[in-house]
Every structure is written in C-alpha cells, then in structure tokens.
C-alpha cells in the first residue's frame, strides 16, 4: 500500500508562492498517475490537477496560468507550484494516485493533506 506525505504548506500573502511536495514509498511510482485536490471549510473537495505516468498533465480551471504541476521518478515526488496565490485558494490540500497511468481513472490512495492559508 503506499503511502504519501505531503509538505510544503503554509501561511501565504496574496500574489505569494508556494511549492508543495509529496513523496510516495511502497509502490511502483513512476507507473502511476498522481495528482492534487482541495477542500476548503464548508466545500467539497475538488480536483487541482492531475499528472499522467508520462507527464501529461490537466487543470482545474481557476488554477490554470497560476500552478503547475511536476514529478520526479526518481525521487518518487510530485510537486505542486502555486504562483500568484488567491484568498479563495485556501484550503487543505491532498496528495492522490491513481490506480493507473493515466489520470482517467480512480484515486486509490490519498495523502493526509496539507493546509495552505492565502491572507494579508
């Protein structure tokens, strides 16, 4: 079963950056599709985007120009680099894989979030 550990969050100024990072352990990683979801107080949790085997990778709208998501095999990491961050970007953020290589499938594992505060 793998397991995965997100990092990277925090307190964040309007129009302020962050990286966040997320290791994986016990699976094959590079076979598999990974990705990110948000859920903020009172809202269901919702797709931030996702990243194939083969790196292709796919938005959610209101994240589209502004984060961009990456991996790196090797180091059985995805990473999620968020610039010019919004209030209404608050939320916990969550580390997924996919049960295949392409994010055209369901999420078999989740990560145990990350919180991210965007406030002046």
């Known amino acids: 079963q793998v397991q995965l550990v997100e990092s990277g969050g925090g307190l964040v100024h309007p129009g302020g950056s962050l990286r966040l990072s997320c290791a994986a352990s016990?699976?094959?990683?590079?076979?598999?599709?990974m990705g990110w979801y948000r859920q903020a107080p009172g809202l269901q949790r919702e797709l931030v985007a996702s990243?194939?085997?083969?790196?292709?990778?796919n938005y959610a709208d209101p994240v589209k120009g502004r984060f961009t998501i990456s991996r790196d095999n090797a180091k059985k990491t995805v990473y999620l680099q968020m610039n010019n961050l919004k209030p209404e970007d608050t939320a916990v953020y969550y580390c997924?894989?996919?049960?295949?290589?392409?994010?055209?499938?369901?999420?078999?594992?989740w990560g145990q979030g990350t919180q991210v505060t965007v406030s002046s």
């Open positions: 997924t894989q996919y049960d295949s290589s392409t994010y055209y499938s369901q999420v078999r594992s």
């Open positions: 016990g699976s094959i990683f590079s076979f598999y599709a």
């Open positions: 990243i194939s085997s083969v790196s292709m990778t």
